[in-house]
């Protein structure tokens, strides 16, 4: 049988992208003349969102990846939920406490079966009265894990600057463009403070387009963001420190304009993780033996098979977890205080074990 390779054209990626429809924050937009599609903040990245789908009979809610309270996006908003027959959801951070999160919050897998007048979602003996908009807010923002969060950014910032002190290069191959932004001010903030010069680059053929993004949809932004745009200041900090020539933004590694602003030691960020693609796998094999040098990656990568093309790896190599989801306790505490507005008839299926299921409210 012969062997055909079909390949896509740029007329073919172009006429797709023709069909991507842009929405603006809780814009409404009609499919097929049948569904209603709404799109609300997830929090997680800038323009990330759930979905709320009204239907003829039914309305359905989808949610992704979502956090409660961001640096960057504006906030998970919970108005998604109301009035929702169907609330499908998966995407839940430490998958491997599930079973101790949900016996902290006092249900049982009995209580799934209840009758919605008796669901109580929290404690099973104590009664929740429904909370009010503001109250409901304020539970939302109740997340030890925005804290926990912040503490986790210092110390790499810290740990960070303490390689560029000894000497060596960090490398951020992070892909998550809140995460790098938060990294950024940060270190530059920390810099500043100890009087540091210390040359920051951030190299992708996306870079340019990514970082004009962050300014052209002011309405994804967190209320801090949103208030400095009616101040006339710049929304995030890059905007000021390329001002300042203390970020470059460059497409290409071995770039002639680099090369004559190429100093180490530096921090450099790349928006390709894998380390297989790009300016990380080049800058890899120039720093993987220099013991000063400082590689930051995000958990869920297998470190050790990320580095085994490069032998006698010396640099260090911090592993970190962000924020990527929404724990099932907080979740359920959500729904315990807007249980009035979602009006659900009876829960079907509720992640109560380590394997990924969806939660299905209808």
Known sequence: MPYFIFYVSAADVNGCMEKVQPLKYAEEACYNSTLVLKAFSSGLEIGSCNWKINAPRRNFVYLS??????????????????????????????????EEDFNHIGGSQSDVNKDDKDLILG????????????????????????L?????????????IDSVREGGSVLIPIGRLGVALQLLEQISDLLKSLSMEVPIFIISTTAE?????????????????????????????????????KLHVFPLLYSSDLLLKWQEPCIVFTLHWTLRLGPASHLLSRWHAISSCLLILEQGIDAEMALSPFKSVSMKVLQCSFLSGIQINYFVRTLGAIRKQIKPHHVTSLLCTAAVHPLCIG
């Open 65 to 98: 990846s979502s956090i409660f309270e961001s640096a960057q996006a504006i906030d998970f908003d919970y108005r998604s939920l109301q009035g929702a027959d169907i609330i499908l959801f998966s995407d839940m951070s430490t998958i491997n406490n599930i």
């Open 123 to 146: 404690d099973a003996s104590i009664p929740r009265p429904v909370l009010a908009e503001d109250d409901t807010s304020e539970l939302l923002m109740d997340n030890c894990e925005i």
């Open 148 to 160: 926990e969060e912040n503490d986790k950014m210092s110390f790499i910032t810290s740990y960070i």
């Open 209 to 245: 387009q990514t970082l004009a993004f962050t300014n052209a949809i002011p309405e994804w932004l967190c209320k801090r963001r949103q208030e400095k745009l009616f101040c006339g200041e710049p929304l995030f900090g890059h905007a000021e420190l390329m001002k300042e020539k």
